[in-house]
Structures are given as structure tokens and as C-alpha cells.
């Protein structure tokens, strides 16, 4: 099914590892961000894509980065993961943004030990 | 400051009533669709019901409908004749920075009560 796929689903880490989510989607959208979900907090925006070969930082940029691989795929690292990087992360796209919104990946969860 | 503001951090219903989650914002976009997204328990997040601030009419999708104010910056949901499967988070945005990127509420838990 067409859609958005972020993998993995679940992750455990230790304090000071480091991991990549990924994500890819076949809609052909333009644009792809990365946002995480905190209890009371809604979604927060860590980085955006616009288009394929551009990335912007977004409200809470701080310990990640992101690659825009190719068209399809848009990827978030944590180089030193931290126990207030414990959260649950989601991957969108749109193709331009205005009527359609996003489409969501399933999310992920982190934790950080 | 671009916010959006969920002012129920949980509400409740009995099943078949109806229920009003609030939602107010602020963009400087002169154009734009506003959004509610539903998560249910599966943590999906899932396209509920849009609203062009252009239009005056306010949108519905089956069960599910709108009360926009535009010059309030208001943009509530109204769930008609609740059912079980609506229990879930919901959560408005709307677009900020060109347009480019979403802002969402801290959302609404909404338990349905049999």
C-alpha cells in the first residue's frame, strides 16, 4: 500500500549511542519532515525537507540531524542519544503542503536509558 | 508567536451524544487549510476533516464537522452521535512560515463512554 514507512518501530537505547530512523515514502511528495510527540506537548517539529535537496531546522533541532537521501527517503539521526530524546517520533510528507496536510509514517518509539 | 491551543487536555462523552473539542490559532498566512488529526490508541495519525479559512462555509465529513471563526482565530470539532472507535487524541494545526510546515495543539483525549 502506498503510504509512508518508518522503520524501525520500537527502539531501546543506552545514553551516548547512536541511531538512525528512517523513512520513505512512494506518493512522489515534495516535502518530508520529522516531528516528535510528547505527552502535553503535541507534535513538535525537529526538521524539514521542502524539497529533495534542501533540509531546515525546525522548533527542537538540537542533538539531531537529518539527510534527505533522494526524493523518497528522509532520514533522522541521534549522534549521542539522550534520555530527553525519549519519545515517540513521526515521519510525514505532502506534497505541497496547502489542502493535503500530511500523510504519516506509523511512528516510532524511543527509548532512552 | 505562530501557536495553536487546545485549551481540553481531556474530554469525555457518552456514546451517541455529541462533543466539541476546541482549537484556537494564529498565523500570519493570508491562505490556508486548517486540519484536525485523530490518533487512536494505535498511534496512527489520520486526516479527520480539513477547512479552507477562505471559505465560509464550514466543512463536514459525515459525522464530523467544523465551527470556524475566522476573525476569532477559532477552529473547534463537533463529533455527532459519538461512537466507541472515536476515542482517541485529537489534535488541530494549522500552517505556518509560508505555508511550508505545520504547528499542531498539545491535542485532546477524548474518552467515549458506553
Known amino acids: 500500500n502506498a503510504g509512508v514507512t518508518q522503520t524501525p518501530k520500537f527502539q531501546v537505547l543506552k545514553t551516548g549511542q547512536s541511531m538512525t530512523l528512517q523513512c520513505a515514502q512512494d506518493m512522489n511528495h515534495n516535502s518530508m519532515y520529522w516531528y516528535r510527540q510528547d505527552p502535553g506537548m503535541g507534535l513538535r517539529l525537529i526538521y524539514y525537507?521542502?524539497?529533495?535537496?534542501?533540509?531546515d531546522k525546525g522548533e527542537v533541532p538540537n542533538g539531531y540531524n537529518v539527510s534527505r537521501l533522494n526524493k523518497r527517503e528522509f532520514s533522522l539521526r541521534l549522534e549521542s542519544a539522550a534520555p530527553s530524546q525519549t519519545s515517540v517520533y513521526f515521519c510525514?510528507?505532502?506534497?505541497?503542503?496547502?489542502?493535503?496536510?500530511?500523510?504519516f509514517g506509523s511512528g516510532t518509539r524511543l527509548t532512552v536509558v | 508567536a505562530q501557536t495553536v491551543t487546545q485549551s481540553q487536555p481531556e474530554m469525555s462523552v457518552q456514546e451517541a451524544e455529541t462533543v466539541t473539542l476546541s482549537c484556537t490559532y494564529d498565523?500570519?498566512?493570508?491562505?490556508?487549510?486548517l486540519f484536525w488529526y485523530k490518533q487512536p490508541p494505535s498511534r496512527q495519525m489520520i486526516l479527520v476533516i480539513r477547512q479552507e479559512a477562505y471559505k465560509q462555509q464550514n466543512a463536514t465529513e459525515n459525522r464530523f464537522s467544523v465551527n470556524f471563526q475566522k476573525a476569532a482565530k477559532s477552529f473547534s470539532l463537533k463529533i455527532s452521535d459519538s461512537q466507541l472507535g472515536d476515542a482517541a487524541m485529537y489534535f488541530c494545526a494549522c500552517p505556518i512560515q509560508g505555508a511550508q510546515k505545520l504547528v499542531f495543539g498539545q491535542g485532546t483525549r477524548l474518552t467515549i463512554n458506553p
Open positions: 525537507s521542502a524539497s529533495e535537496g534542501t533540509t
Open positions: 510525514a510528507s505532502s506534497p505541497k503542503l496547502g489542502a493535503f496536510g500530511y500523510t
Open positions: 498565523t500570519s498566512e493570508s491562505d490556508y487549510y
